[in-house]
């Protein structure tokens, strides 16, 4: 049974950093592309960054990028969210996600994944 477990997530200045991790259990993590969506109170979920099985592509939301980055690490199943220069407004529920695809390409489609991790929250204070 394909599991995703987040971590790292916390409360962090403006203007700091954090780095989110995503541990992959029961699938064959490297066949996988890979994604990061957040979302804030009141809103819906939204796109923050993707990374192809191989990790040699990845895409980002406009909202973070520059600041952001995503990477993976298929020896150790685990997806990676480096989060440099923090805003208030980063602050959300993020969550990792899983599609298995033949091709190495990304995708910012939340209806395209299908394992979603259970999310880490990160607050940023102003």
């Known amino acids: 049974q394909a599991r995703l477990v987040e971590s790292g997530g916390g409360l962090v200045q403006a203007g700091g950093s954090l780095r989110l991790s995503c541990a992959a259990s029961?699938?064959?993590?490297?066949?996988?592309?890979m994604g990061w969506f957040r979302q804030a109170p009141g809103k819906e979920r939204e796109f923050v960054a993707a990374?192809?099985?191989?990790?040699?592509?990845?895409y980002y939301a406009d909202s973070v990028k520059g600041r952001f980055t995503i990477s993976r690490d298929n020896a150790k199943n685990t997806l990676y969210l480096q989060m440099n220069s923090l805003k208030s407004e980063d602050t959300a529920v993020y969550y990792c996600?899983?599609?298995?695809?033949?091709?190495?390409?990304?995708?910012?489609?939340?209806?395209?994944?299908?394992?979603w991790g259970q999310g880490t929250q990160v607050t940023v204070s102003s």
């Open positions: 996600a899983a599609d298995y695809i033949y091709s190495d390409d990304t995708t910012a489609k939340e209806y395209d994944y299908d394992y």
């Open positions: 029961g699938l064959t993590f490297s066949i996988y592309r």
């Open positions: 990374i192809s099985r191989s990790g040699g592509k990845s």
